[in-house]
């Protein structure tokens, strides 16, 4: 992966591997297990119902977080990698703490479509930009609606998993687009090659950090 591409489209070049098995199946391990828990039930699965057992090869890479307001998410559970990206422990930190002040307002638009919609997923492209030390590190996230439980404050099932090498933290994201979704497919297909498709987020080139 070369630092200098920073654009959309390198974003997609370089995650188009994450449904065949490369570093963001974690993100499709997640998402099928939410599904057929969501599609045996007929309803959104809730925060008991889930079983770490259910996706365990992406534990390190998973968070709940529950909405604080329409549109702020606060981190309950995270997993190691969050901390290895963030150099903290991130339990109780809004989950924008790991976004780039320019794309929080993008991040918040799409959390309150999330807690006000039907109960579909959504998964963005990210990137933390190359500074010094430190390589572009390609991302992506994806937010799962839970049900509510007992009237408590609606939760997300959450997955964050990188391409490239984490160097210094803490490492921020700028969010590039969204990636279009298709439905999970069954087990029998789930090693067949699906191309993302991003929809990019307007808000220009990202642009190196300064050095200091």
């Excluded at 997993?79 to 989950?95: A, C, E, F, V």
């Excluded at 807690?115 to 390589?135: E, F, H, K, M």
Aim: with cysteine; charged share 25%.
């Amino acid at each position: 992966m070369v630092e200098s591409e920073t654009r959309p489209r390198a974003a997609v070049i370089a995650l188009s591997g994450y449904r065949t098995g490369g570093a963001l199946s974690a993100l499709d391990e997640v998402e099928t297990y939410w599904a057929r828990l969501r599609d045996d039930q007929g309803t959104l699965p809730s925060r008991a119902q889930l079983d770490p057992r259910g996706f365990s090869r992406a534990l390190s890479n998973c968070f709940v977080a529950e909405a604080m307001a329409p549109r702020h998410l606060r981190l309950r559970l995270t997993g190691q990698h969050m901390t290895d990206l963030m150099g903290m422990d991130m339990r109780g930190m809004p989950l924008s703490a790991m976004i780039l002040p320019e794309s929080r307002p993008v991040l918040e638009e799409k959390i309150e479509a999330l807690l006000a919609g039907d109960g579909a997923s959504v998964r963005l492209t990210l990137i933390s930009p190359r500074s010094y030390n430190r390589q572009a590190l390609f991302a992506g996230m994806i937010l799962l609606p839970l049900a509510r439980e007992n009237g408590s404050p609606t939760k997300i099932l959450g997955a964050l998993a990188t391409v490239g090498t984490v160097g210094w933290t803490p490492r921020r994201f700028q969010i590039l687009g969204e990636t279009a979704n298709p439905e999970p497919r069954p087990a029998q297909d789930e090693g067949e090659a699906r191309r993302p498709a991003l929809t990019v987020i307007q808000g220009g080139i990202v642009e190196p950090e300064p050095a200091f």
